[in-house]
């Protein structure tokens, strides 16, 4: 493929994770090879560079480690077990040389959204608080609604300690940007249907405004919508987990 296509497998290749595409000579994986060996041909050795191409790089590995642990739970076959580990170790290298290259201080809070999300599943909690805490600390201008969502997600999940305030702030944005960023909402809703078991785990009454079940389903429910198969895969699977079977 000549560099001239970079664009066109760029925009291929996203379509690909969010498809849930990652195996197999044309999944994103095997795509993402041919991207960088043309993005190491088009692009200088800068910093900022740098450090976004291993951000995109430690994303899709995340991502992939999600798809093979949902079909691990699904199939319980040990080679989706194997490829999820090796993904999320491939993310764990890429997510740390980008920090390497500009520091926390240098990354953008997406950035450092994806950081913190390698992090809290490779031993570095610790290290995942201060990413959050520094993308927390920028300029509201800079922090997308779901960005911040995110990021507070992740940030009650190590913490330990539930809040309702929070939760219904997640919740909120969640259920505004559903139409216009419908990928995004399933992602919230996902991550709050799994504190809110963790609420009710803990011995909380469960109402209709925490039932974990309403908001997997939710959206299971937008991710149909949207044709997001790789995070329908990943809810099911989440749901499946604990007891909570998704259907139409």
């Known amino acids: 493929m000549h560099w001239r296509d970079m664009p066109a497998l760029s925009t291929f290749l996203s379509q690909e994770i969010w498809a849930g595409n990652y195996w197999g000579r044309e999944g994103a994986l095997a795509l993402n090879k041919r991207y960088e060996r043309l993005w190491a041909k088009m692009y200088p050795c800068e910093s900022e560079v740098l450090a976004q191409e291993q951000s995109r790089r430690s994303s899709l ?6 798809n093979a642990r949902a079909r691990w739970k699904r199939e319980i076959r040990p080679i989706w077990l194997f490829r999820g580990v090796r993904c999320l170790i491939r993310a764990r290298y890429c997510s740390d040389a980008a ?3 500009v520091g926390l201080e240098g990354m953008t809070v997406d950035q450092l959204d994806v950081r913190q999300s390698v992090l809290r599943k490779t031993f570095g909690k610790k290290k995942a608080l201060a990413c959050i805490e520094e993308a927390l600390s920028r300029n509201k201008g800079e922090i997308k609604p779901h960005s911040r969502a995110l990021l507070l997600l992740g940030k009650i999940e190590l913490s330990g300690t539930f809040s309702p305030t929070l939760a219904e702030e997640i919740r909120s944005v969640a259920s505004k940007i559903s139409k216009e960023n419908p990928r995004q909402a399933v992602r919230l809703f996902r991550g709050l249907g799994r504190l809110w078991m963790k609420w009710q785990c803990a011995g909380c009454p469960v109402t209709a405004v925490n039932d974990p079940r309403s908001h997997f ?3 299971y429910k937008l991710a149909l919508q949207a044709g997001a198969d790789d ?11 604990v007891g909570i079977l998704l259907q139409v």
């Open 99 to 101: 920090e390497r290259v």
């Open 231 to 241: 995070q329908i895969k990943k809810i099911k699977a989440e749901a499946r987990s």
């Open 217 to 219: 389903m939710i959206g």
């Open 61 to 66: 590995y995340y991502s992939a480690a999600g």
